[in-house]
């Protein structure tokens, strides 16, 4: 097959030649799907064209955004269910919307543009950061429902966003971050101008007045920076001294406060050096180095964070008399009776009365291949109705399902978590130390000599080995490596990540969906038949268009058509191809349809699928989840770093044996639940080990949350993701691969920067012992050596080209 | 030099303004996003429909239609 041409909208591989067609900037342009062609006519139909000559990225695929019903969109409608998002006064709402399918800037261009031409819409403003839409409308002229569809119609999807303590949370931090630093910042300007002019240095002949008024003023405009602005590292020096940790905050408040207080003696008795520039530039570039640091971290992780939705929004009731109605979630009882038709999510614990399907658990446990479901088996909630339609009496609802058991197990985790100590703060504790001592040391010999000098002495010491360098010497390096990690496809949520690297010397990996493609890929297809392997396979997509379960996937798409297809959940397809009587999957059920013999099963590994007709059987297919392209070379670095390496799968299936053996991994162990995950890991821990995980599902949640380090993939459940230290976006281990480089390179930036700064601080000792380093050189040797520590950390940005 | 009397209490009031509308700012969420204004003014500006769209829209161009395209 040649290599198969990219579909223009969404740039998959187009398998289907050019069935679905479009003119866009004037050419004739191919598509996948049908849906990417819609998504795109109704683009070029509201004349926003030219977003595909601004678009950076290629766009979502439309069907991989999660499906929604009409009728479940007519319910948000409902006055009752918009209260608690949407703020309305007379005619004209207002909500916020969280959209899904954004790749790149131009995306946000073609929203604000498409809705703002409907009529009703008054002000569309999408956040690109985190993907937020505020949107003003007429409730008069256009419904909530109808703006959603419209959404959906250009390739995006839209969902109501409330505002959760933890966002807002964030938010609010976030603003009160900027402010202390835009305070810091104007303020230090000021002082420096003020606190200046009397140094001796500049020579200027002040009066009296004068000399008294700018020593007023600078007092004046520096208390705000100490109380306010500082304020973050004063809290954070009394709560490590209450646990006995010298640590960085500690060294910072101590040259704050130092500073401030010899200013203020300085400026009541009109003597003495003015130190208030210093405590100004020192509280500015540390909370920018912070600032920065939060920034990094926050970026994307906000539009990551949002979506903890694991179960759908609504469900279909069965009323009494046989109706069925669409309800909240929250709307639904124990005991109620269920519809749940296939390729929809399980929303409630429950038995099913009737119907027969297969149920996708993978999220749940960990099993790659559905297991087939009859009346009286019980069903979770989360997980996915494949074939046919259920009905089903609800067990168990919200708190008591599974689903929320998994969730309080990660709550129990998160308390096991080990926490690293940073490696700045180890420095931090040997630093404090040894400059306190040698002030006291040099306090007393002074004292000696000429006490009248002896204070101000002691205090520039102190002042002038502020380890300014020394504390931006982490943040910085951690900003520009966070950066850098970002555009390799990693994305990093939780400071320690970096850091903690080094320490690791054991991995788990999860298996489906983590070092497995997580999805049944066509391996083989052998005719038995005169049939040529593409024509079987023509045949075998035609049928298979017409089902949900994930088989039908690994067939691809096909132009051909399959007239009455009916499913027999667990045994296969039936349906007629250009007049042909087909029948697709068990051996048995096959050879059923004609009254020939199943044939021998082939010997080779994988899901073995039987097509045939009336009359012989045609071709044998084989699916098999995939093993990650790049998961040997990943293997190949974590052996070579000479970690020991375990996979932990709650598949119970052979597939775990097979995938250990494909990957030379010796301890590899099967069927595990989620807490038995948490027991080896932490029998790990006992064994005093450092312990690197990387999963995806949400039976792996716990784990990843007790994990020293713990990497998400990007395909991950939602929960999965906001537990993790780290996303691995681009789904590629491989550029885990260069991640693991990168980390090892920030941590030599790191050392480098702390023994930069250490160096600085030794050397100007002994100049501030003998009395020598006034305001001037100590502001001068301030910013010199923490411009260094910043150029230092800026060679991580270069990583990625 | 006298005239410093004079000038560091204005210095001071201006700061005192400066911060205030940082403030404002800060709250009124303009520093949240970042990116998305520096783009749309890019693709409005190669977008050949641009001008005829501006003409057309102007006489009753909104002032909302104006705050999210500048």
């Known amino acids: ?116 031409k409907l009529p009703g819409v008054l002000e569309t403003s999408l956040n690109l950061s985190n993907h937020r839409l505020s949107i003003r409308w007429d409730s008069e002229q256009i419904m909530l429902s109808e703006l959603l569809k419209t959404i959906r119609n250009i390739g995006y999807a839209a969902h109501p966003w409330q505002p959760d303590t933890v966002s807002e949370k964030m938010q609010a931090d976030n603003r009160r971050a900027l402010r202390k630093l835009g305070v810091a910042g104007i303020l230090w300007m000021q002082v420096m101008m003020a606190s200046m002019a009397t140094w001796p240095e500049f020579n200027l002949d002040l009066s009296d ?20 602005c500082s304020s973050e590292f004063f809290h954070g020096a009394l709560r490590d001294l209450r646990t006995r940790h010298l640590t960085m905050d500690v060294s910072v408040s101590l040259a704050i406060a130092g500073a401030y207080g010899a200013g203020i003696w300085s400026t009541l008795t009109g003597q003495g050096d003015l130190y208030f520039d210093a405590a100004g530039m020192f509280a500015l570039f540390l909370l920018s180095g912070r600032y920065l640091e939060r920034r990094a971290r926050e970026r994307t992780s906000a539009a990551t964070t949002q979506l903890v939705n694991l179960l759908p929004a609504s469900c279909l009731r069965l009323n009494t008399d046989g109706s069925s109605e669409r309800i909240l979630l929250s709307e639904l009882q124990q005991d109620d009776q269920l519809l749940v038709p296939p390729g929809h999510l399980i929303p409630a614990d429950g038995r099913i009365l009737t119907g027969r399907s297969s149920i996708d658990e993978s999220l749940l ?3 790659y291949l559905p297991l087939a479901k009859k009346p009286g088996d019980t069903v979770v909630a989360g997980t996915l109705n494949i074939e046919g339609p259920l009905t089903i009496a609800v067990l168990a609802l919200g708190e008591e399902t599974q689903l929320s058991a998994i969730v309080r197990l990660l709550e129990r985790a998160q308390s096991l978590k080990p926490r690293l100590a940073e490696l700045a703060d180890t420095v931090a504790q040997w630093f404090l130390i040894s400059v306190l001592i040698i002030a006291a040391v040099v306090g007393l010999i002074w004292w000696q000599v000429d006490s009248s000098r002896a204070f101000w002495i002691v205090l520039s010491l102190l002042v002038a080995t502020c380890p300014c360098a020394l504390s931006l010497a982490t943040p910085t390096a951690l900003t520009a490596a966070t950066g850098s990690l970002h555009k390799l496809g990693l ?88 007049g042909k009587h087909l ?219 | 030099m006298a005239a410093l009397y004079v000038m560091i209490p204005v210095a001071l009031i201006i700061v005192a303004l400066a911060i205030k509308l940082f403030f404002w700012a800060v709250d009124n969420g303009q520093y949240e996003d970042l990116d998305s204004p520096a783009h749309s003014i890019l693709f409005d500006d190669e977008d050949p429909m641009h001008t005829a769209h501006m003409n057309n829209k102007a006489p009753k161009s909104s002032p909302t239609d104006e705050h999210n395209n500048g």
């Open chain 1, 1 to 116: 097959m040649a290599a198969p041409l990219s579909c223009f909208h969404c740039g998959l591989p187009v398998f289907t030649g050019d069935a679905f067609t479009a003119v866009v900037l004037q050419e004739s342009r191919v598509f996948c799907c049908p849906g990417c062609q819609a998504v795109a006519q109704t683009i070029i139909a509201g004349g926003l064209e030219s977003y595909y000559q601004h678009r950076s990225e290629p766009s979502a695929n439309p069907e991989a955004l999660p499906g929604v019903l009409p009728d479940e969109l007519l319910l948000l409608d409902r006055k009752d269910i918009q209260k608690p998002f949407v703020s309305t006064s007379g005619n004209i709402s207002e909500t916020k919307l969280l959209i899904e399918g954004i790749t790149c800037a131009a995306c946000g261009w073609l929203i604000e543009k498409h809705l703002r």
């Open chain 1, 491 to 578: 994305l990093i949520t939780k400071g320690h990540v970096l850091e903690s690297f080094q320490k690791v010397d054991t991995v788990i990996f999860d298996k489906t969906g983590t070092l497995t493609e997580g999805k049944l890929t066509l391996k083989q297809i052998l005719p038995i038949a005169q049939l040529s392997e593409h024509d079987c396979l023509e045949l075998a997509a035609a049928l298979e268009g017409h089902s949900e379960h994930p088989i039908a996937r690994a067939f691809g798409r096909t132009t051909t058509a399959a007239q009455d297809v009916s499913s027999a959940p667990g045994l296969g397809l039936e349906g007629f191809v250009n």
């Open chain 1, 583 to 801: 029948r697709i999957g068990r051996p048995d059920y096959v050879s059923t349809l004609g009254a020939y013999p199943a044939p021998p099963m082939p010997s080779a590994q994988g899901q073995w699928l039987l097509l045939g007709d009336t009359q012989h059987a045609l071709a044998w297919f084989a699916l098999d989840d995939q093993l990650r392209a790049d998961a040997p070379a990943l293997l190949e670095t974590c052996r070579a770093r000479g970690w020991q390496v375990l996979l932990l799968s709650g598949d119970s299936s052979p597939m775990v044996q097979q995938i250990a053996e494909q990957l030379h991994i010796d301890d590899a162990r099967g069927g595990l639940t989620p807490d038995d995950k948490l027991q080896v890991l932490k029998e790990l821990h006992h064994q005093g080990r450092h312990v690197l995980m990387l999963g995806d599902g949400v039976n792996d949640v716990p784990v990843l949350a007790a994990a020293d380090i713990s990497i998400a993939m990007g395909s991950a459940t939602d929960l999965a993701k906001t537990t993790a230290d780290a996303i691995l976006l681009s789904n590629s281990l491989s550029s885990l691969v260069s991640a693991l480089a990168v980390a090892k390179k920030t941590r030599r930036v790191i050392i480098e920067n702390l023994g930069w700064a250490t160096l600085y601080n030794g050397l100007v000792i002994p100049f501030a012992a003998i009395g020598w380093v006034t305001p001037g050189w100590a502001a001068l040797g301030m910013s010199v050596s923490s411009l260094l520590v910043v150029l230092n950390a800026l060679r991580l940005t270069r990583f990625s080209d």
């Open chain 1, 365 to 367: 446990t960990g099993e």
């Open chain 1, 209 to 228: 007045g004068m000399d008294r008024l700018l020593r007023w003023i600078s007092l004046i405009l520096t208390t705000p920076i100490v109380f306010y």
